[in-house]
């Protein structure tokens, strides 16, 4: 029933009660009477809780003509109007799980406390989604009170009314940062790349040194190669023997200083190198990381995903949803984060179960690492009734005074659940077969270079010697023909 006001004059102030047969007001309905008996006017306010109750009227204000004009109010009229004088109303909850519904708790403290307030009691019934639940009872007229926070669509606004904002909707993706070595060659984020060049610098220069050195010695008569030069600076740079024999002052001065010096860097290298492996990544950040860096998609089986991620006219985020779809990558909370404790997968759903199950089935060093991205636009759950239910007023003064005097925030801060802390971040993280993915790449490059190497030389003595077998067989026809 829409809500309306009249007001009505009687000069007569005769049945004072009529408008409890003309009129169907209800309590949202402002139903007024204006009365005059000798210079005395009297305001008079009708309501009616629900059609079956009985009309109530209350003096509203009063003045005299023959006096000077004040209006008195009566205040006990405005304090009665928030009271549903033990009203028993019907509360609909959306129960998703019996394991993990820490929302169905908190919308249940509310709904009590906004009972409390407005002199009500109220009768909770469970349900199990919005669609086919809730905003079917609402729509139905079934249930007075949706205590479950919805989220706002076009098609839900043609039957429910939203008040005010309850609880968080909190869908992200979460994920766990995957090591360094995934997205990072932790190798040569050792050192700056000016560090690099100067260690390369300076084993050029002390190979030209070599040579130099090498030349004036007097056991070394023949002419050292640059190859065999580079090759002993590289074998001293790396901390292992030195492939030439110094018999120079100069000579073992060199092998010495590039040694100790050296060695100080490979100290270093060696510390940053135990430090990189340990830490996670930080280029893993949007939408797009997740895809190019091979993450393991996938999003809570909720009406929530299905029908706001299903919206997405972004292409990034259309693509998104097309991989979790094609994958069957809808699932429940605990597999899906089951697949965040496998590391290099993310799941998107409410962030309060996901969390909730983390707590109770993680490791301590599990728990690190946790990131967040947000894939749909920030989702507010609002508190509902029925499209023009007279207890809209009612209900939404009550949720204004539960938050002003901070219950609202309360509950949330109890039942719904952050981050969890990480406690076990100084463990110890075993070297896998990713951070060493450079090393052996390396090795199998070298093997491959070698092996084409032999076999360009192979050719090349086989050409060499075909050549010269050419070459002796002409001068054989040659002197031949001589003679």
Known sequence: MQK???????????NQNA?????????????????ENANHYNIWQFSKLFPTYPTTRQLYASWRLDSVPHLQLNSEVFADRWNLQGARLKASVVCSSSEINTSAKADKAVTTALANILNASVTFHCTPNWKQGLIHDLRTRSTDLGATPSYMTPDRLKSVQFLAMTGPLDYKFIYRSPKLSYTDNVFLLSFH??????IGAVILLATALQ???????????????VSDALLNMIGIASQQEALINPQSVSSRTLNIVMLISLMFLYICFSANIVALIQSPTARVRTLGDLLRWGFELSAQ?????RIFMANESNSLRS???TTIQNSNGFLPVANGTERIRQGLAAF???????????IDQFDENEKCNLNEINFLPPLQG?????KDSPLAEHVKYGLLKLRELGFLQREIAMHYQRKPACIGENLFVPISMIDAIFSIQLMGWALVLTIVIFALEVTWKRYNANLFVVRWIQRKIAKHKNK
């Open 348 to 358: 998107h759903g409410d962030t309060n179960q996901i969390y909730r199950y983390m």
């Open 19 to 35: 408008t409890d047969v003309a009129i169907p007001q209800l309590i949202h309905s402002e139903v007024f009477l204006i009365t």
């Open 211 to 225: 040579m130099i050195i090498t030349r004036f010695e007097s056991d070394h008569p023949e002419q050292l190669g």
């Open 193 to 198: 790349d000016r560090v690099w060049l100067s």
């Open 382 to 386: 609002y508190y509902t009734v029925a």
């Open 301 to 305: 089986d909720s009406d929530i995903n």
């Open 319 to 321: 693509t998104i949803y």
């Open 4 to 14: 309306f006001k009249w007001i009505l004059f009687d000069s007569h102030a005769v």
